[in-house]
């Protein structure tokens, strides 16, 4: 067993976790699930979202905590020395290789939204967005995104504070600035939500994200649910392996996974009823569109007192959802990258920043200058082929290759080592769960159920389902 190269773990259960949770608060808890609640059906999609959470969530989450735990090391080295320990092949490491490449691309775009969020903010602050309109605030969007040096400035700016903080040993860095930044998104959401209740809209947003509406149900609005769960736990890209190397031995897995999955859940609906309150109250369609809200959000608060404050506000916890998770998800790749190339955590961490805003460049071309210039990728059966991605642009390559490819292949073959691989008695006295019949319905989820249910996620991502 590979013994700890830091003495570092999180300073208590509560830290965990925040620090957890801060890595699950993404943007698209405020950018689409408010509006993806409402279109399938209000509380009934709720209660499919909460059952797929603790049906594929939770069990995976533990795993990958597990598997942190037990080898003290980055996702691949982690799959590796537990491959050569319980004497399974050594290429269920490409597992821990192919999170940490999904982790690398997810930042990639990433990073180029949270300029835009981190440019409105700033805008809001000296009072660019004073007397806007839903027309004017269309064209600042649109000026924007065609605009590939004013991006740059953003997507390099957000870059050069993420890799400020991930460059800095765990202790002062990622768990620092979680407890800092996860406390301070709650606060933001918190004053939005007062700030909703004081409009006459916060029943209709109740009724549109709370109340079953069985009509508005399909047969893929459980898919749906499911791969909304299956994102939102950042579950396939590492992070929770990276994270699970500095839990304590006598903390416990199960009870911290439930907990993290909760906060998710109740930031979630809380962010949703704000939002849609704020949309409904400004007469506002909503939409699924991730860029809807730069292009109305403006025009939203100026129908309410101190529209400068909190536009600022709204696109500052845009922008901390967006760090957060940043930070959470270049935590593998840094610590990898140290281990292979024995540098130092600074170096790694300015190397990978590096190639990511090259990357997150060819994502802010992809807006600007090379806009129109798409991106076929089809698998080919004979004669037949399917179009994985038809004349996309390179933002959106990415996003299908890291997200609806890689992403639930690598929490596939993650789930199968976890289920299959690693003894039973290791995983129950990892565990300590309170009783063997929670061990046995854990093993039982993990082993049978979890697998089907990504295996759903990726033929839905190849357009087989």
């Not at 003495?7 to 698209?28: E, H, K």
């Not at 027309?135 to 740059?152: G, N, P």
Request: with cysteine; glycine share 6%.
């Amino acid at each position: 067993m590979n013994t700890a190269r830091k003495a570092f773990t999180w300073r208590s259960q509560s830290a965990f976790v925040i620090v957890a949770a801060g890595a699950t608060l993404s943007l698209n808890d405020f950018l689409t699930f408010p509006v993806l609640a409402g279109q399938n059906g209000g509380g009934a999609f709720l209660l499919l979202y909460i059952l797929f959470l603790f049906l594929l969530g939770l069990p995976l989450l533990m795993g990958e905590l597990m598997l942190g735990r037990l080898t003290r090391s980055d996702p691949a080295a982690s799959l590796r020395i537990l491959s050569e320990q319980y004497k399974a092949s050594v290429y269920w490491k490409l597992a821990g290789l192919g999170a940490m490449l999904a982790a690398f691309l997810v930042i990639a775009t990433l990073s180029v939204v949270a300029g835009w969020s981190l440019a409105y903010a700033v805008k809001s602050v000296v009072g660019v967005f004073e007397g806007v309109t839903l027309e004017s605030a269309k064209l600042m969007f649109e000026s924007l995104m065609i605009d590939s040096e004013r991006m740059t400035l953003w997507h390099t700016l957000f870059m050069v504070i993420l890799i400020s903080i991930c460059a800095q040993p765990v202790k002062s860095g990622v768990e620092r600035i979680m407890l800092i930044l996860v406390p301070l998104m709650i606060l933001l959401l918190v004053i939005g939500l007062i700030l909703a209740l004081t409009s006459s809209s916060m029943q209709d947003s109740i009724r549109y994200v709370l109340y079953a509406d069985f009509s508005a149900m399909d047969a893929r609005t459980p898919i749906v649910a499911l791969q909304r769960a299956f994102y939102t736990l950042a579950l396939g890209i590492g992070v929770m392996m990276a994270f699970g190397r500095y839990l304590p031995v006598g903390m416990s897995i199960g009870y911290s996974a439930g907990l993290v999955i909760t906060v998710d859940l109740l930031f979630t609906i809380f962010t949703s009823l704000t939002i849609n309150a704020l949309m409904i109250s400004a007469g506002q369609q909503l939409s699924l569109d991730s860029q809807f809200a730069f292009r109305v959000m403006p025009v939203i608060m100026e129908d309410f007192s101190s529209a400068e404050l909190f536009n600022t506000l709204f696109f500052l916890l845009l922008t901390i959802a967006a760090l957060t998770t940043s930070v959470a998800l270049l935590e593998a790749p840094i610590t990898f990258f140290q281990r292979k190339c024995n540098i130092s955590r600074l170096r790694a961490a300015v190397s990978l920043g590096i190639a990511i805003w090259l990357f997150g460049l060819g994502v802010v071309l992809a807006h600007s200058v090379w806009n129109g210039n798409g991106f076929t990728i089809a698998l080919f059966f004979g004669d037949e082929a399917i179009r994985l991605v038809n004349n996309a642009g390179f933002h959106d390559v990415l996003v299908f290759i890291s997200s609806h490819l890689i992403q639930p292949l690598v929490a596939l073959f993650v789930c199968l080592f976890v289920a299959w691989k690693i003894p039973r008695e290791v995983s129950h006295k990892e565990f300590d769960l309170s009783s063997h019949f929670s061990f046995e319905i854990w093993n039982f989820l993990v082993r049978y159920i979890v697998p089907v249910l990504l295996l759903v996620v990726i033929l839905t991502a190849f357009g087989i389902i």
